[in-house]
């Protein structure tokens, strides 16, 4: 067996989300579709981390376990034909040792969420931006953003259903920049993100800079750690999965990997909980 990590990009409208689910189709199946007829049957596509139905990626990563051994060039080549029409692309493919752990090795996780403040309808942009009412104060969803950097509870900032063992996350930074078109652009980065956390933070952002709040009350939702005290959530169409990080070399190491059994907690959407090597969970 031959280990590969695949960095995939994905428009998330036609998916119910990342992992296989019985109500319609997902990322993860259509991959793992497309290598049974490659001839590697049977086999399991393991995620950085799942992404909800409608959220996209710009740099998933996956990794799995082939029989044959695949000029990496050649496997993603081939994968991509079998992929079509699926809006599904694999950007890489490269060999790694069998102690690498799309999942468990990740040191970062990078989201975007995409805000278009403008009246018309969006055409080009439609289903992979929010649309809101013009204008937004940009300096004050700064203000309202830098509450939330730093290790927290974030119980207002994550979903009811969130099954995260605990609510406590460090978010390394939250930035907010205008592009030349006018796309007003959140980022997020952490290790690591609970359920609905970058769409309830991008949400509560939003009535920021619309007015609706002062930045201040952002820290005052913080600390109600209450889900009742947070803004509305932002809908999927914005999010994407942009980066995910890993230690230098992590690719290369052989042996010391996590169980293949291992694999995600029930946390959704934006999350990607690292669990404990020993976890045995499945999908």
């Known amino acids: 067996m031959t280990r590969y990590r695949l960095t995939i990009e994905y428009h998330g409208g036609p998916f119910v989300g990342w992992q296989k689910q019985d109500n319609g189709p997902s990322v993860q199946g259509a991959i793992e ?6 001839g590697e049957r049977d086999t399991l596509v393991y995620g950085s981390g799942r ?11 996956a990794h799995v376990d082939l029989q044959k051994d695949w000029e990496p060039f050649r496997l993603s080549e081939a994968l991509n034909h079998h992929l079509k029409p699926d809006p599904i692309a694999i950007v890489a493919a490269q060999r790694v040792g069998d102690g690498f752990h799309a999942r468990f090795s990740a040191v970062l996780r990078r989201y975007l969420y ?9 055409t080009f942009d439609r289903g992979l931006a929010w649309r809101v009412s013009p204008p937004l104060d940009i300096a004050s969803m700064r203000a309202g953003g830098a509450y939330l950097v730093g290790k927290h509870d974030f ?3 994550r979903a009811s259903q969130c099954q995260a063992a605990s609510p406590i996350k460090s978010i390394d930074s939250v930035t907010i920049a205008e592009t030349p078109s006018g796309m007003i652009e959140v980022r997020c980065e952490a290790r690591s993100f609970l359920h609905n956390q970058v769409r309830s933070i991008v949400g ?3 009535r920021v800079g619309a007015g ?12 109600a750690a209450n889900r009742a005290a947070c803004g509305p959530v ?3 169409d914005g999010l994407y999965l942009a980066e995910v990080v890993y230690p230098e070399g992590a690719e290369y190491s052989e042996g010391g990997g996590h169980s293949e059994r291992a ?6 959407d934006d999350a990607a909980e690292p669990a404990p090597p020993s976890a045995t969970s499945a999908y």
């Open 234 to 236: 932002a809908p999927p």
């Open 114 to 122: 995409r805000i278009a403040p403008r009246r018309a309808p969006l």
């Open 204 to 206: 509560t952002l939003e």
């Open 155 to 157: 119980t207002t900032f």
């Open 212 to 223: 609706a709040w002062a930045p201040e009350d952002v820290r005052t939702a913080l600390e």
């Open 51 to 61: 992404t909800d139905a409608g959220v996209h990626a710009l740099g998933q990563v």
């Open 33 to 38: 579709h497309a290598l049974s007829r490659l």
């Open 263 to 268: 694999e995600y907690s029930q946390d959704g």
